[in-house]
């Protein structure tokens, strides 16, 4: 089969595969792709995801039940997987995952020298209620400086992998949070050029009182022309 060469995504409601300024989306973006025929291992499943993949805790504030809390603002994530028609997606798994208070990921390629919080992991897979509802309980994500740049640093923000019903289908994005001086510098979201769909990707601040923590509503629109932008 012959090689496709890559193509950037035309469409202003997404963002390019590769980011002008972020090196590592050059690095993780292949120069062709290669066609391959749809059968039916990629048209049906992913069945009983939760039986295939670990589903963990959807607590990012403790490593263990009786252990201290992870430092940091605590906050509360509602969070809701959704199609084009707003019918939620029951059973959707959802893979979490982001740094700590103080911009430090749990993970050996991360070189920031930011602390890292021993009692905080910051990554999980959890699975949609009937109602499509996901929540999180964990502390804010804190800012950090990009890998090989010049210098620019990431607002707080908090990743998203959002498995649907066949092989193929797979949302991978970021959610933002709302009145962060970050978010209009930011190379990856400010290349989502139509100002609605960069909206989409920000999180609504609903209360500062309840369970002394922040909480956020985020709907996760898995396609259609009002779909949350995919994100590196």
Request: hydrophobic residues 35%; neutral net charge; proline residues 10%.
């Amino acid at each position: 089969m012959a090689d496709t060469v890559y193509q950037p995504y035309a469409d202003s409601n997404q963002t390019p595969h590769r980011v002008e300024g972020y090196a590592r989306t050059f690095t993780r973006t292949p120069d062709s792709f290669v066609e391959r025929p749809v059968t039916l291992t990629e048209r049906t499943g992913p069945l009983a995801v939760e039986r295939r993949l670990a589903v963990g805790t959807a607590d990012f504030t403790r490593t263990s039940p009786d252990g201290p809390r992870a430092q940091g603002p605590l906050m509360l994530l509602h969070g809701r997987v959704v199609d084009e028609d707003n019918n939620p997606v029951a059973g959707a798994m959802v893979e979490v995952w982001h740094a700590n208070a103080a911009g430090k990921y749990i993970h050996p390629n991360d070189s920031h020298d930011a602390p890292a919080d021993p009692n905080f992991y910051g990554a999980a897979r959890v699975v949609a209620d009937p109602d499509g509802l996901v929540e999180l309980r964990t502390i804010k994500p804190g800012a950090y400086p990009v890998p090989d740049s010049k210098a620019w640093w990431r607002p707080p923000h908090i990743h998203f992998s959002v498995f649907g019903r066949v092989w193929l289908s797979r949302l991978v994005t970021q959610m933002y949070f709302p009145g962060e001086p970050l978010n209009e510098s930011d190379a990856v979201l400010n290349a989502i050029r139509d100002p609605q769909a960069r909206s989409r990707c920000i999180a609504r601040l609903t209360s500062t009182a309840s369970s002394h923590a922040l909480v956020y509503e985020y709907q996760l629109v898995v396609r259609g022309r009002n779909g949350t932008p995919s994100l590196p």
